[in-house]
């Protein structure tokens, strides 16, 4: 991945606040992200759907159950503005373009208000807290992360970032405890969601050999 951009990389209409980021164009990395739980490719993911995706993966059963109730209640309404009460609006779905309007406080900015990758920012988390690997964090690394990104008071930030980059630790950490960039790197486009579910088929096929 290039260190830095050109200026054709930065697209029109960039918000003030984002302005001299490294972009990435033509681009949403956010809903590339979420994109792999839209299990049937309709841009809504309903609950059973992030179930699905989270069970593709290899999460456990209570934990994808759990996962998907969660998040969809907490994504629904976010990103279906000005949907009126109906029996549509129970059913939770979460709408794939408008992803960007979910996204919480106290993260770690690598997604810009558009939904864009933003690359420095994505460097800046190995550059800050990544001291015993250059290119993974510890578990002990990834938990000063995530207290150095709290915003004042912002208490459902914190809790949506500390699951959000738990859960990932748990399901992806290597065999020495360390989660690796190229891991990060890969939930942040959502190709590592695709991976995780190959290997998943692929273990599964040679067990009923």
Request: glycine share 10%; proline share 1%; charged share 30%.
């Amino acid at each position: 991945m290039a260190s830095s951009l050109t200026s054709n990389d930065f697209q029109e209409g960039v918000d003030d606040e984002d302005a001299g980021r490294g972009l990435v164009s033509d681009e949403n990395a956010l809903q590339k992200h979420v994109a792999f739980f839209d299990r049937n490719n309709d841009g809504i993911i309903y609950p059973w759907e992030t179930f699905q995706g989270f069970r593709a993966i290899g999460a456990g059963y209570l934990l994808s159950f759990i996962s998907a109730f969660l998040i969809n209640l907490g994504l629904s309404r976010k990103t279906r503005p000005g949907k009126a009460f109906s029996l549509e609006t129970l059913m939770l779905g979460v709408e794939v373009k408008n992803i960007h309007m979910a996204k919480h406080g106290s993260d770690s900015g690598v997604y810009d208000s558009k939904g864009r990758f933003v690359s420095w920012k994505f460097e800046e988390i190995f550059a800050k807290f990544a001291r015993t690997h250059s290119d993974a964090l510890t578990s002990h690394e990834l938990k000063a992360m995530l207290k150095a990104n709290r915003e004042p008071k912002d208490y459902r930030g914190w809790v949506a970032s500390w699951t959000e980059w738990i859960t990932l630790y748990n399901l992806c950490k290597d065999k020495g405890g360390l989660l690796k960039k190229e891991t990060i790197r890969g939930v942040y486009d959502g190709s590592l969601f695709q991976q995780m579910e190959r290997e998943k088929l692929a273990t599964a096929g040679k067990k009923k050999e």
